[in-house]
T-cell receptor, first 113, second 121 residues
Framework: DAGVTQSPTHLIKTRGQQVTLRCSPKSGHDTVSWYQQALGQGPQFIFQYYEEEERQRGNFPDRFSGHQFPNYSSELNVNALLLGDSALYLC????????????FGPGTRLTVT | LAKTTQPISMDSYEGQEVNITCSHNNIATNDYITWYQQFPSQGPRFIIQGYKTKVTNEVASLFIPADRKSSTLSLPRVSLSDTAVYYCLVAPWRLQAQLWSRNQAGTALIFGKGTTLSVSS
């Protein structure tokens, strides 16, 4: 049983560019959440998707957007990249009856230069 | 959401029992306490969750006193591989389907800075 997978593993972008990160949830999970983790900090919640809709959003600007597909996979898009967007981006999936037992992927390390 | 306070760091030796205490003075009646573990360059991993008294699984035990204003994660006989950051989270227990049918907030995990546990030989 595959766990949560994310791609790519690492990414280097330039300020002002746009990036798309991808996530496939754990088999059987239908809810996907995205988190940003800066070095030395705990993960910060970006948004959560269920039934292809954004259900909850954290304190992130509109430059951060996402999408969930019918197969429950998800994308995170970040426009107009800033140096401060450099971080580890984590995807987590969960089941409706166990919402706080979230399974995290290995993350995508984004570096903005 | 209830604010949590936990030590920034702890040191231990292999074979010892480690207890990490988390303070959550303003915990609400329907709040549950959840602990996650994170190794370097990996995503967090769910360890244990509880509401009151004691919960035990194959990884850890969670002790919650009657007033629920604090909780203690207990790791028996730690090894070098237990070196990680441990996060205490408090959140209201809601089933997601119930939340969204009522247009209420979802089930985001709110992480603090966690406790960095270093285990030495």
């Amino acid at each position: 049983d595959a766990g949560v997978t994310q791609s790519p593993t690492h990414l280097i972008k330039t300020r002002g560019q746009q990036v798309t990160l991808r996530c496939s949830p754990k088999s059987g999970h239908d809810t996907v959440s995205w988190y940003q983790q800066a070095l030395g900090q705990g993960p910060q919640f970006i948004f959560q998707y269920y039934e292809e809709e954004e259900r909850q959003r954290g304190n992130f600007p509109d430059r951060f957007s996402g999408h969930q597909f019918p197969n429950y996979s998800s994308e995170l898009n970040v426009n107009a990249l800033l140096l401060g967007d450099s971080a580890l981006y984590l995807c987590a999936s969960s089941l409706p009856r166990q919402p706080y037992e979230q399974y995290f992927g290995p993350g995508t390390r984004l570096t903005v230069t | 959401l209830a604010k949590t306070t936990q030590p920034i760091s702890m040191d231990s030796y292999e074979g010892q029992e480690v207890n990490i205490t988390c303070s959550h003075n303003n915990i609400a009646t329907n709040d549950y306490i959840t602990w996650y573990q994170q190794f370097p360059s990996q995503g967090p991993r769910f360890i244990i969750q509880g509401y009151k008294t004691k919960v035990t699984n194959e990884v850890a035990s969670l002790f919650i006193p009657a007033d629920r204003k604090s909780s203690t994660l207990s790791l028996p006989r730690v090894s070098l591989s237990d070196t990680a950051v441990y996060y205490c989270l408090v959140a209201p227990w809601r089933l997601q389907a119930q939340l969204w049918s009522r247009n209420q907030a979802g089930t985001a995990l709110i992480f603090g800075k966690g406790t960095t546990l270093s285990v030495s030989s």
